[in-house]
């Protein structure tokens, strides 16, 4: 069975699904367009979130980088003194 076949066969199921339950007066809101619209904001959702812990990911990332920047530049500000004097005893 090819996708689309499955898939136009689910969204008709939905749809009578919808008919049904709009028959017995429950609701009318399940049909494919109110599904499509739930999963297109549940997408965009998501993809915030993601952007979201994305930032917050490069932000310690950066945070990270420059505390090892920082030492690396106090370790040589403290070894430099340490280098002249070897060399100068070479």
Known sequence: MNT????NTALN????????LDQFGITGKINRHNVAAFL???QHHLEG???S??????RRKAHFEALVE?????????????????????
Not at 4 to 7: A, I, P, S, V, Y
Not at 53 to 58: N, T
């Open 4 to 7: 689309k076949k499955l898939l």
């Open 53 to 58: 812990l994305q930032a917050r990911f490069d």
């Open 13 to 20: 199921g939905l749809d009578y699904l919808g008919f049904q």
């Open 40 to 42: 297109m904001a549940e």
């Open 70 to 90: 920082s030492a690396e530049m106090r370790a040589s500000r403290l070894l430099s003194p340490i280098s002249k004097l070897r060399s100068r005893a070479a």
């Open 49 to 51: 979130e993601w952007d």
